[in-house]
């Protein structure tokens, strides 16, 4: 059975850190180009950062030199670095993968790749709060 688990989110000041992990189940990893969705409140779920399975990564702008996303296939795990958090980041973080034969570029997976042919797989979510 295919399987994301999401944890780490919590809440966080302005200015500070927070560590998310995805653990997949059910499947090889390896293969696959996956990453990191958020919906906040009253928006429209966006793609933050992916990575490929050649390790080729694609940020969001609005994270770009704030976020780090990495991979450890030997854990099966997928992780994303937050630091100097902004309240904006306030959001329900999602892991997703796309099909190994259909998306592979990471920019692609995290941007278009879900309306032409929907995530393979969606973890259920951890929220990430920011707040003074």
């Known amino acids: 059975q295919v399987q994301l688990v999401e944890s780490g989110g919590g809440v966080v000041h302005p200015g500070g850190s927070l560590r998310l992990s995805c653990v997949a189940s059910g499947f090889n990893l390896d293969y696959y180009t996956i990453g990191w969705f958020r919906q906040a409140p009253g928006k429209e779920r966006a793609g933050v950062s992916c990575i490929s399975a050649t390790n080729d990564v694609y940020y969001a702008d609005s994270v770009k030199g704030r976020f780090t996303i990495s991979r450890d296939n030997a854990k099966s795990t997928i992780y994303l670095q937050m630091d100097s958090l902004k309240p904006e980041d306030t959001a329900n973080y999602y892991c997703?993968?796309?099909?190994?034969?259909?998306?592979?570029?990471?920019?692609?997976?995290?941007?278009?790749?879900?309306?032409?042919?929907?995530?393979?797989?969606w973890g259920s979510g951890t929220l990430v709060t920011v707040s003074s």
């Open positions: 997703a993968t796309a099909h190994p034969g259909q998306g592979r570029s990471p920019s692609y997976v995290c941007t278009d790749y879900e309306a032409e042919y929907g995530m393979d797989s």
